[in-house]
């Protein structure tokens, strides 16, 4: 069975400091895996997905098989990245979604 | 720039009641889920559609849950009896070709 596991609940960290989610991953076949993210009072949205390795608001995460890990990164962190973020593995063949629990990133001033 | 609409956002109701949900999903995307959302935790899915075709609903408590997409576009999610432990954020999402889900505002159910 499919498990994505995000360890941190709560992250704080200091506007212009580094970020870093933490994600892993169980999946036996070859993962698909996505970054969603959910400001207040708005809906959940794709942030970034692994396949097109790009860097979508400062954002960039890597795929790590040996680890089975996509953590998220930020170098600066902006106050507007206060958010929950959602880790997520896209099973093609079901054409579903498995969602980690979720970390809720606050930048502080 | 077309979004998934749902309906009502927030609905409070009695234990044993029957509630409904509704969706609609962005034009031309086949693929319609539902989710159920429980504080603290992210989104499990309930049930897929394939157009109007039910394609996994294993996760759905049937004895209590049923949803439908009659003509394959929007859709609707029923609970009846409501019970307290079904209190919880109830999102739809859609899907075209692409793996790329769009979600809905939700609705937040709260079963006193």
């Known amino acids: 069975a499919q498990r994505v596991t995000q360890p941190e609940k709560l992250l704080s960290v200091f506007k212009g400091a580094p970020v870093e989610l933490k994600c892993n991953y169980s999946?036996?076949?070859?993962?698909?895996l996505f970054w969603y993210v959910q400001y207040s009072r708005q809906r959940l949205q794709l942030l970034l997905r692994?396949?097109s390795r790009e860097s979508i608001k400062g954002f960039t995460a890597d795929l790590n098989k040996g680890e089975t890990s996509f953590h998220l990164k930020k170098p600066f962190a902006q106050e507007e990245d206060s958010a929950m973020y959602y880790c997520?593995?896209?099973?093609?063949?079901?054409?579903?979604?498995?969602f980690g629990s979720g970390t809720q990133l606050t930048v502080l001033p | 720039e077309a979004e998934v609409a749902q309906s009502p956002r927030y609905k409070i109701t009695e234990k044993s009641q029957a509630v409904a949900f509704w969706c609609d999903p962005i034009?031309?995307?086949?693929?319609l889920y539902w989710y159920r959302q429980i504080l603290g935790q992210g989104p499990e899915l309930l049930v897929q559609?394939?157009?109007?075709?039910?394609?996994?609903d294993s996760q759905l408590p049937k004895d209590r849950f049923s949803a439908e997409r009659l003509k394959g576009v929007d859709s609707t999610l029923k609970i009846q009896p409501a019970e307290l432990g079904d209190s919880a954020m109830y999102l739809c999402?859609?899907?075209?070709?692409?793996?790329?889900?769009?979600f809905g505002p939700g609705t937040r159910l709260t079963v006193l």
């Open positions: 559609f394939q157009d109007e075709s039910v394609v996994d």
């Open positions: 997520a593995l896209y099973s093609g063949s079901a054409r579903q979604l498995t």
């Open positions: 034009s031309g995307h086949a693929t």
């Open positions: 692994h396949i």
């Open positions: 999402a859609s899907q075209h070709d692409t793996d790329t889900q769009y």
């Open positions: 999946y036996s076949g070859s993962p698909e």
